[in-house]
């Protein structure tokens, strides 16, 4: 099985996402995070999802089905709505810290991408994330009654999840389940 990382919004999230990487990927075949067009281009100060969908779309395309995704705040995002399109389809999904507000208040809409999901996931939220609290992600989850989900609450009030050793244990205690 292969891993695909899909990092935040903010480039101070590639650093982030590596070390990620770094711990899940000798549990993977391979491993390959993401860079997104608008880190490197002042032109687009936010992640073009369409854009990057398409990106995603054809880093997956060789993996034939057989691939993870561990997703930081916009980058499940990303995965919400190529999942919901149909242009990717990943065995399992490891969201962390979902920003379901900031995409709500760009009119994003998360509440469609999640009707009828059923990709087996796990949803890790800080209790008092700034992107969505703990409770609040519960209750958005439970209305749009997504299924084949985990939702996991860590202790800690930021959107910033240096948790890594944990992150790790969850996420590997979920794909073996």
């Known amino acids: 099985m292969h891993l695909i ?26 491993s390959k995070s993401m860079e997104y067009r608008h880190w490197e281009d002042d032109e687009y100060s936010m992640i073009d999802l369409d854009h990057e969908l398409d990106n995603l ?15 930081k705040s916009a980058g499940a995002l990303l ?44 949803f890790i939220q800080h209790s008092l994330d700034k992107a969505m609290y703990f409770e609040e992600l519960k209750r958005f989850l439970e209305l749009a009654n997504v299924q084949n989900s985990k939702l996991v609450e860590l202790h800690g009030a930021s959107h ?11 996420t590997l205690d979920f794909l073996v389940t």
């Open 5 to 30: 990382l899909l990092p935040g919004n903010s480039k101070s999230n590639k650093t982030w996402i590596e070390e990620i990487r770094v711990v899940l990927s000798p549990s993977f075949k391979t």
């Open 57 to 71: 779309q054809l880093l997956t395309r060789d993996f034939d089905g057989d691939y993870v995704i561990f997703a």
């Open 79 to 122: 995965a919400l709505k190529g999942i919901y399109e149909k242009k990717i389809n990943p065995v399992k999904c490891i969201f962390v810290g979902t920003a379901v507000l900031w995409a709500l208040s760009r009119q994003a809409p998360v509440e469609v991408w999640l009707t009828g999901y059923s990709t087996p996931t796990l």
């Open 160 to 170: 910033h999840y240096p948790e890594i050793e944990k992150l790790k244990e969850l």
